[in-house]
């Protein structure tokens, strides 16, 4: 059997679940946009780094207001979600130039929402063959960049 050493990620298994507040309310909360890795801040909604992405310069665009249901949010809400999303496309293509993009939502459990509870949208530059057998086979994802280079990339890109 062959190991793989991911150091990163105890933090996040050891913390599964043990939330007692939400994420994405307490990551605006802190004050400390680099630590938190909100890359953006706009009126309604902020774009956040996902710290375990799927690829790298995965980003999400989240609002501030805690809501699970997209029903739940106003016009001036989703009207920004989707300009940052646009947003963080054009940067992601300056920085990245990927092939393709993954935008997306996961309302629920069952939907594969890893953030119960307040809604936020995925946006994942993607290119031919960036998924392996890695991520299917042994549950681990290979990302060639730190989210301090990811960060600092798109700050600049977005130019915040």
């Not at 809501?67 to 293509?93: F, H, K, P, V």
């Not at 990302?143 to 600049?156: A, G, V």
Request: hydrophobic fraction near 40%; charged fraction near 15%.
């Amino acid at each position: 059997m062959d190991y793989l050493w991911t150091p990163w990620r105890y933090r996040y298994i050891a913390q599964a679940g043990k939330h007692q507040t939400c994420v994405f309310c307490d990551a605006p909360a802190a004050g400390d946009d680099a630590a938190t890795l909100i890359v953006l801040r706009g009126v309604k909604n902020y774009i956040i780094l996902n710290r375990y992405p799927y690829t790298s310069g995965h980003a999400m665009v989240v609002p501030y207001a805690h809501t699970a249901e997209l029903g739940d949010c106003d016009a001036a809400t989703l009207s920004e979600m989707m300009l940052l999303a646009q947003r963080t496309q054009a940067a992601l293509e300056t920085v990245y130039h990927p092939e393709g993009y993954n935008l997306g939502m996961n309302l629920g459990r069952s939907a594969g929402a890893g953030v119960l509870g307040h809604l936020h949208l995925h946006v994942l530059p993607r290119w031919t063959g960036d998924t392996n057998f890695m991520t299917t086979v042994s549950e681990t994802r290979l990302e060639p960049e730190d989210l301090s280079s990811t960060y600092q990339k798109l700050r600049q890109a977005l130019g915040a």
